[in-house]
């Protein structure tokens, strides 16, 4: 079964770091794309990252220059590296493998970040 | 690339067509193998979102054929053809023409 698990999610202060984790089974994650899609509470889905099988890397205006996304194929894993969190990346961060030539399939359960003072 | 979904929320009898809108602000159509890079996915309640629909129109294995997508260049659709109980979600469309996806805002569809 192919499976995806998101975690890493925490309570954190403005202009804080969190590093999420998705990791992944039941398909042969080294050739394939991984992307982060995040949803603020109540909101709609919005992408943040992408990183291919080569290990080029893409984001959002949003998160350009704050967010790092990361893979190690030997441990099947995706990471999201978030710096100098705003109150505005308050959302649930769902980790997705990228199937064909880019629709979200599966998706991981979700991980809730919370940026609070 | 912008995707808007029309309308927000919608509210349709049980066993009556519920028909959803996505405009792109440029085309998705992918001229050398004329594909539409353009998916549809259903959100439930405290779920992650469903993938249903992927090139416009090719159902993903499982999904009921009451669901199906249509359109192509920037304009599609998502029809309900009867609606169900466990149809009420959030409908997304989504965009891959781009490396940076985009999807649209989000149509809720209730009873």
């Known amino acids: 079964e192919v499976q995806l698990v998101d975690s890493g999610g925490a309570l954190i202060q403005p202009g804080g770091s969190l590093r999420l984790s998705c990791a992944a089974s039941g398909f042969t994650f080294s050739t394939n794309y991984m992307s982060w899609v995040r949803q603020a509470p109540g909101k709609g889905l919005e992408w943040v990252s992408l990183i291919k099988n080569d290990d080029s890397t893409f984001y959002a205006d949003s998160v350009m220059g704050r967010f790092t996304i990361s893979r190690d194929n030997s441990k099947n894993t995706v990471y999201l590296q978030m710096n100098s969190l705003t109150f505005e990346d308050t959302a649930f961060y769902y980790c997705v493998r990228e199937v064909g030539n880019g629709w979200f399939d599966p998706w991981g359960q979700g991980t809730l970040v919370t940026v609070s003072s | 690339i912008v995707m808007t979904q029309s309308p927000d929320s919608l509210a349709v009898s049980l066993g009556e067509r519920a028909t959803i809108n996505c405009k792109s602000s440029?085309?998705?159509?992918?001229?050398?193998?004329?594909?539409?890079?353009l998916a549809w996915y259903q959100q439930k309640p405290g779920q992650p979102p469903k993938l249903l629909i992927y090139w416009a129109s090719t159902r993903e294995s499982g999904v009921p054929d009451r669901f199906s997508g249509s359109g192509s260049g920037t304009d599609f659709t998502l029809t309900i053809s009867s609606l169900q109980a466990e149809d009420v979600a959030v409908y997304y469309c989504?965009?891959?023409?781009?490396?940076?996806?985009?999807f649209g805002q989000g149509t809720k569809v209730e009873i």
């Open positions: 989504q965009q891959y023409y781009t490396t940076r996806r985009t």
């Open positions: 440029q085309s998705v159509l992918y001229s050398s193998n004329n594909e539409n890079y």
